[in-house]
């Protein structure tokens, strides 16, 4: 195998060791087979673009246009030009798979599901890491700047991850970085043939070039404090990422299912930051309608999905089977034929603006009527949207349960199963004492779980001195719990989660709901849930009754008839069949319940002000090309202070690069490589003086840049070679001109302090001959457009009076 090829396949394995690291985002990791097919194609395209030979440019885009064509095999195959060949219809397809997997990343918790939007991230992110790799280190022969691409693709998924095992993913692609820089050590190493370094470093001791090869250090130490360096960034740079909790609600994606019909499973999603920063939005825009048979509506919650797992960290839901929506579903868990209960009916009317893919409807829901690829969680009772499936414009019929126990039957109830008890009671080792001890204090005197529950609600929601605020820091771990209780300031999000947690702390099964208050009612008789009616809040369970709603938030919502003394009944009218509502203007009165309980105007009243709930904007998210253009921006800020080492190392490379046989090819690259001394003296300090003979430039640079008799004794090589190119009748062919170009540059490197090595290469002053280039090219341009000018003008008066001759 030739360096090159050695090279290209390390350049292809530092990728995917470095893509290791986004295996834990994901589940299922099949993505990840076809990101290696891809891959290994790209560069295999590269080998052979670079055995034609192509120009580098040229072999760079031959790549590219290859992932292109991938890609549009791999996901928008349909509407390519005869199934191949892509078209406008082709990068819609992928605005529209991108734009739905950021919406995914946003809403879904580790490990996400593996939508067909996600799916395009991964796999074309790795696909462009490893053409910026393969480029940079196999093409432009440049290994070490390739490291940063690989350093972007690492820092990302750890930053997203933030996962135990993310410390064997670091050395995985720490591995595969180390490993490429060898790969490219060794490939440069081998064209110079046997290194004969010679051990001269001391003053004054001249090296007979047959010591060890101390030549061949310089590259190993270079490519080490390189690799160092980046390591060391890696390690730095995923601190200051947030991790992938997103939202619940954030936006439409892809989920939750395998579609196979009775199977798959739906991911744990985490709506902490979406709740929050609903909280602050400036318009309560309608994003529901429904109209209703129920005779009271102030305890109608739309309730979306339920939080049943405390990790230590945060509330989220449970990895769950899915299967096939019943109809009708099946009778709620735990509840007795005598409990009171009334079925009513909804029809609800979702919003194009709104575009999720968990649907709100009342619960306990006992059968949905409602079109499109949807999925029934039987544990949480919820509906999940599968491939891609949303709530955007869905309109659709649900039949519920209106349960209305008694405080007496509450109070009755039995035990839960064992079964139950031990998943929802679950609390982690890190909960702070302080729950357990306030839990035990504030129900103190509590007969029974009933009352306990009871007095949590009261605790938080009038009788603790808790106040809501918006703008208080979100949290939801151990920390983020007993902070809120010694504080008392928190929005829904900390009511429901303190009081859930507690709850547990004292054997009761508690599991947190995310949803909607009822809204605020229109004049034709519908309801319209805005933005700002979005809220979280518990659910104990007693058997018996089943899984049942407390309100521990002030000012939100309505308290419970059941925690109250006196229990009136409810119940559904006999109106005709509720229609679909049409309404599209957004409601900015807040809700109201009619019936103000006493706790709730304690504080302060019973208005509506919840957060919003996910929803997507008019435009579904933000634009592609926002996003692109973000991403552009940031790898431009990235490249900027890199441009004047790469132009430099490339200009290096053509200098000192093989050329032809003939003697003027010889000569100029013996000019070449002076003119590398000269420029690699002025990157370290010492200024080039045209006005002097190449014999004394060379005394000078061995002077001023304090060169020990190797790098002197090459210097005055290169300057008799110089001369011998330009005075000599018949100049002879120097041998050896690589070779000492690099000994002068060690030597120079070696005689000058850290700082200023680091500024030889990260900006090196010889790199004004670039501003020098474009003023000589807009100088000419200038001249030569002037000429233009003045000969069509003389021309031109030359035929005025011609004309005007004629004329007269």
Same mark, same amino acid.
């Given at each position: 195998?030739?360096?090159?090829?050695?090279?290209?396949?390390?350049?292809?394995?530092?990728?995917?060791?470095?893509?290791?690291?986004?295996?834990?985002?994901?589940?299922?990791?099949?993505?990840?087979?076809?990101?290696?097919?891809?891959?290994?194609?790209?560069?295999?395209?590269?080998?052979?673009?670079?055995?034609?030979?192509?120009?580098?440019?040229?072999?760079?885009?031959?790549?590219?246009?290859?992932?292109?064509?991938?890609?549009?095999?791999?996901?928008?195959?349909?509407?390519?030009?005869?199934?191949?060949?892509?078209?406008?219809?082709?990068?819609?397809?992928?605005?529209?798979?991108?734009?739905?997997?950021?919406?995914?990343?946003?809403?879904?918790?580790?490990?996400?599901?593996?939508?067909?939007?996600?799916?395009?991230?991964?796999?074309?992110?790795?696909?462009?890491?490893?053409?910026?790799?393969?480029?940079?280190?196999?093409?432009?022969?440049?290994?070490?700047? /390739?490291?940063?691409?690989?350093?972007?693709?690492?820092?990302?998924?750890?930053?997203?991850?933030?996962?135990?095992?993310?410390?064997?993913?670091?050395?995985?692609?720490?591995?595969?970085?180390?490993?490429?820089?060898?790969?490219?050590?060794?490939?440069?190493?081998?064209?110079?043939?046997?290194?004969?370094?010679?051990?001269?470093?001391?003053?004054?001791?001249?090296?007979?070039?047959?010591?060890?090869?101390?030549?061949?250090?310089?590259?190993?130490?270079?490519?080490?404090?390189?690799?160092?360096?980046?390591?060391?960034?890696?390690?730095?740079?995923?601190?200051?990422?947030?991790?992938?909790?997103?939202?619940?609600?954030?936006?439409?994606?892809?989920?939750?299912?395998?579609?196979?019909?009775?199977?798959?499973?739906?991911?744990?999603?985490? *709506?902490?930051?979406?709740?929050?920063?609903?909280?602050?939005?400036?318009?309560?825009?309608?994003?529901?309608?429904?109209?209703?048979?129920?005779?009271?509506?102030?305890?109608?919650?739309?309730?979306?999905?339920?939080?049943?797992?405390?990790?230590?960290?945060?509330?989220?839901?449970?990895?769950?089977?899915?299967?096939?929506?019943?109809?009708?579903?099946?009778? *709620? !868990?735990?509840?007795?034929?005598?409990?009171?209960?009334?079925?009513?009916?909804?029809?609800?009317?979702?919003?194009?603006?709104?575009?999720?893919?968990?649907?709100?409807?009342?619960?306990?829901?006992?059968?949905?009527?409602?079109?499109?690829?949807?999925?029934?969680?039987?544990?949480?009772?919820?509906?999940?949207?599968?491939?891609?499936?949303?709530?955007?414009?869905? !309109?659709?019929?649900?039949?519920?349960?209106?349960?209305?126990?008694?405080?007496?039957?509450?109070?009755?109830?039995?035990? *839960?199963?064992?079964?139950?008890?031990?998943?929802?009671?679950?609390?982690?080792?890190?909960?702070?004492?302080?729950?357990?001890?306030?839990?035990?204090?504030?129900?103190?005197?509590?007969?029974?779980?009933?009352?306990?529950?009871?007095?949590? !609600?009261?605790?938080?929601?009038?009788?603790?001195?808790?106040?809501?605020?918006?703008?208080?820091?979100?949290?939801?771990?151990?920390?983020?719990?007993?902070?809120?209780?010694?504080?008392?300031?928190?929005?829904?999000?900390?009511?429901?989660?303190?009081?859930?947690?507690?709850?547990?702390?004292?054997?009761?099964?508690?599991?947190?709901?995310?949803?909607?208050?009822?809204?605020?009612?229109?004049?034709?008789?519908?309801?319209?849930?805005?933005?700002?009616?979005?809220?979280?809040?518990?659910?104990?369970?007693?058997?018996?009754?089943?899984?049942?709603?407390?309100? *521990?938030?002030?000012?939100?919502?309505?308290?419970?008839?059941?925690?109250?003394?006196?229990?009136?009944?409810?119940?559904?009218?006999?109106?005709?069949?509720?229609?679909?509502?049409?309404?599209?203007?957004?409601?900015?009165?807040?809700?109201?319940?009619?019936?103000?309980?006493?706790?709730?105007?304690?504080?302060?009243?019973?208005?509506?002000?919840?957060?919003?709930?996910?929803?997507?904007?008019?435009?579904?998210?933000?634009?592609?090309?926002?996003?692109?253009?973000?991403?552009?921006?940031?790898?431009?800020?990235?490249?900027?202070?890199?441009?004047?080492?790469?132009?430099?190392?490339?200009?290096?490379?053509?200098?000192?690069?093989?050329?032809?046989?003939?003697?003027?090819?010889?000569?100029?690259?013996?000019?070449?490589?002076?003119?590398?001394?000269?420029?690699?003296?002025?990157?370290?300090?010492?200024?080039?003086?045209?006005?002097?003979?190449?014999?004394?430039?060379?005394?000078?640079?061995?002077?001023?840049?304090?060169?020990?008799?190797?790098?002197?004794?090459?210097?005055?090589?290169?300057?008799?070679?110089?001369?011998?190119?330009?005075?000599?009748?018949?100049?002879?062919?120097?041998?050896?001109? /690589?070779?000492?170009?690099?000994?002068?540059?060690?030597?120079?490197?070696?005689?000058?302090?850290?700082?200023?090595?680091?500024?030889?290469?990260?900006?090196?002053?010889?790199?004004?001959?670039?501003?020098?280039?474009?003023?000589?090219?807009? /100088?000419?341009?200038?001249?030569?457009?002037?000429?233009?000018?003045?000969?069509?003008?003389?021309?031109?008066?030359?035929?005025?009076?011609?004309?005007?001759?004629?004329?007269?």
């Amino acid at each position: 195998m030739s360096g090159r090829a050695r090279l290209a396949v390390c350049a292809t394995a530092a990728t995917l060791m470095a893509s290791g690291a986004l295996l834990p985002l994901v589940d299922p990791a099949t993505w990840f087979l076809q990101a290696v097919i891809l891959l290994v194609l790209q560069s295999g395209v590269g080998a052979l673009a670079r055995r034609m030979p192509l120009a580098r440019p040229l072999t760079v885009a031959v790549q590219a246009l290859v992932t292109l064509l991938l890609l549009t095999l791999s996901f928008a195959r349909e509407q390519a030009i005869a199934g191949l060949l892509p078209g406008p219809e082709v990068f819609r397809r992928f605005g529209v798979l991108l734009e739905a997997g950021a919406d995914d990343v946003g809403r879904f918790a580790i490990p996400a599901p593996l939508s067909d939007g996600i799916r395009l991230m991964l796999v074309g992110g790795v696909l462009v890491i490893g053409l910026a790799v393969d480029a940079l280190a196999v093409t432009f022969r440049t290994a070490a700047p /390739a490291g940063l691409p690989l350093l972007a693709l690492y820092s990302v998924a750890a930053g997203l991850s933030g996962d135990g095992a993310g410390w064997l993913w670091f050395l995985l692609a720490a591995a595969g970085y180390l490993l490429l820089l060898l790969a490219e050590g060794r490939e440069r190493l081998s064209q110079w043939g046997r290194v004969f370094g010679g051990a001269a470093r001391a003053p004054g001791r001249v090296s007979g070039g047959l010591e060890s090869n101390s030549g061949a250090i310089a590259p190993v130490r270079t490519g080490r404090r390189i690799g160092a360096l980046a390591l060391g960034i890696a390690l730095v740079v995923p601190l200051a990422l947030p991790a992938l909790d997103g939202g619940l609600l954030d936006g439409p994606g892809g989920a939750g299912g395998d579609g196979s019909g009775g199977g798959g499973t739906i991911s744990a999603i985490n *709506p902490l930051v979406a709740l929050q920063d609903s909280l602050n939005q400036p318009e309560d825009r309608e994003v529901i309608s429904y109209r209703t048979n129920a005779e009271q509506t102030d305890a109608l919650y739309l309730r979306i999905v339920s939080l049943d797992q405390f990790d230590g960290t945060t509330w989220k839901t449970t990895v769950r089977r899915i299967e096939d929506v019943p109809s009708p579903l099946p009778s *709620p !868990q735990g509840l007795r034929p005598d409990v009171r209960r009334t079925e009513i009916q909804t029809n609800i009317s979702a919003a194009d603006s709104y575009a999720q893919n968990w649907l709100p409807m009342p619960f306990p829901a006992s059968q949905v009527k409602i079109g499109g690829r949807w999925r029934y969680e039987p544990v949480g009772r919820a509906l999940v949207g599968d491939r891609g499936q949303t709530t955007r414009g869905a !309109q659709y019929q649900v039949k519920s349960l209106v349960v209305e126990p008694t405080a007496e039957q509450l109070a009755d109830a039995p035990e *839960p199963p064992d079964d139950l008890r031990r998943e929802f009671t679950k609390v982690p080792d890190a909960l702070p004492g302080v729950v357990e001890e306030t839990a035990r204090r504030v129900t103190k005197g509590a007969a029974n779980p009933y009352e306990q529950a009871v007095k949590l !609600q009261d605790y938080f929601a009038s009788d603790g001195g808790f106040t809501y605020n918006t703008q208080v820091r979100a949290g939801s771990g151990p920390a983020a719990i007993g902070r809120f209780l010694e504080q008392k300031e928190g929005f829904c999000v900390h009511f429901s989660f303190a009081m859930a947690s507690m709850a547990r702390t004292l054997g009761i099964p508690a599991r947190v709901a995310v949803g909607f208050t009822p809204g605020s009612a229109q004049a034709d008789g519908t309801m319209s849930v805005g933005l700002r009616d979005a809220h979280a809040w518990p659910e104990l369970y007693f058997e018996g009754v089943g899984w049942t709603r407390f309100e *521990p938030t002030p000012n939100r919502g309505t308290v419970p008839e059941y925690t109250r003394p006196d229990t009136p009944s409810g119940g559904a009218s006999d109106p005709d069949s509720p229609e679909p509502a049409k309404s599209s203007e957004p409601s900015t009165s807040p809700s109201t319940s009619d019936d103000c309980p006493l706790d709730l105007q304690k504080q302060g009243g019973c208005t509506s002000a919840a957060p919003q709930v996910a929803t997507g904007s008019g435009s579904g998210g933000p634009p592609v090309g926002m996003i692109v253009g973000g991403s552009l921006a940031a790898l431009l800020v990235l490249a900027l202070p890199l441009l004047p080492m790469l132009w430099r190392t490339r200009v290096r490379a053509v200098r000192l690069g093989s050329g032809g046989r003939t003697e003027a090819d010889a000569a100029a690259r013996t000019l070449a490589a002076w003119l590398e001394v000269t420029d690699t003296a002025w990157d370290h300090g010492i200024e080039p003086d045209e006005s002097q003979t190449p014999r004394k430039a060379a005394a000078r640079i061995v002077r001023v840049g304090e060169l020990t008799a190797g790098p002197a004794e090459s210097v005055h090589r290169l300057a008799a070679a110089v001369e011998q190119v330009l005075y000599a009748p018949r100049p002879q062919p120097a041998a050896g001109l /690589a070779d000492d170009v690099a000994r002068v540059r060690d030597g120079l490197r070696a005689a000058v302090g850290r700082p200023a090595r680091l500024r030889a290469t990260l900006a090196p002053r010889s790199a004004a001959r670039v501003v020098w280039a474009v003023s000589d090219r807009w /100088a000419a341009f200038r001249t030569r457009w002037s000429e233009r000018i003045v000969k069509r003008w003389t021309a031109l008066t030359r035929k005025l009076p011609r004309r005007t001759a004629q004329e007269g």
